[in-house]
């Protein structure tokens, strides 16, 4: 290979990591920018959420509670933390609720039970969570309420009701879930969910069970925490 050829192969390759180079160098730049202005958007929601969680007056708003809900389910680890709570008092609270009494557990079945109409349940619970008002004193507050209104039928064992339960609030409350047309239901039967609009201060998320079998479809919009009304 004669020197003049290798010459101009050099240069060609010279040329070309030059190039290859700088379009690195830009990438890395866009990269860089791309990385602070998503910094500057997250201290900027940092700071505007503990300004919220520092003023008693929006502590005290129902709309606050929800926009703040908004914000905050976007957070893996708060989200988390959210749904694990629900389990935890469902499963101890509601779990009570749903088993029968000591008198309905003797020998002799209710009435109700051989009807199968079930029993009426109406529980109501708080969900809660440590903020911080400046930095290290930790408080923790009702974030909102939970009210679930089933009736319990005997042709159920209440494990697979409340996990029924769990499932329909754990999916509602999701930020994944983008299947407009899911249709909770609970032995069988519709459940509608929905964010109570007279509740004041303190949002009340209502799960309520219908009389209408799963044999009826509606389409059902949701959003993550709080939005628009089913």
């Not at 879930?177 to 609009?197: A, M």
Request: aromatic share 6%; hydrophobic share 35%; with cysteine.
């Amino acid at each position: 290979m004669g020197s003049g050829v290798l010459a101009v192969l050099l240069l060609a390759g010279g040329i070309y990591f030059k190039l290859e180079t700088d379009k690195l160098k830009k990438q890395i730049r866009a990269e860089e920018f791309r990385t602070r202005e998503l910094k500057k958007r997250l201290d900027l929601a940092l700071k505007s959420i503990q300004r919220m969680e520092a003023n008693p007056d929006l502590i005290n708003s129902r709309e606050f509670n929800l926009d703040y809900l908004r914000m905050r389910m976007q957070e893996e680890t708060f989200h988390f933390a959210i749904v694990n709570q629900i389990k935890m008092k469902v499963k101890t609270m509601v779990s009570v609720a749903l088993r029968p009494t000591q008198q309905q557990a003797g020998v002799q079945q209710p009435a109700n039970a051989a009807t199968g109409q079930g029993r009426q349940v109406d529980q109501l619970f708080d969900v809660e969570y440590e903020t911080s008002s400046d930095g290290i004193k930790k408080v923790k507050r009702v974030l909102f309420r939970v009210q679930i209104r089933i009736t319990k039928l005997p042709t159920q064992p209440t494990s697979r009701t409340i996990e029924e339960i769990i499932t329909c609030l754990e999916r509602y409350l999701s930020l994944d879930d983008e299947d407009d047309r899911w249709q909770p239901t609970i032995q069988g039967r519709i459940v509608t969910i929905s964010w109570d609009q007279k509740a004041k201060p303190t949002p009340l998320l209502v799960l309520e069970q219908s009389s209408e079998g799963m044999n009826v479809t509606l389409k059902v919009r949701r959003t993550a925490v709080a939005g628009k009304e089913q």
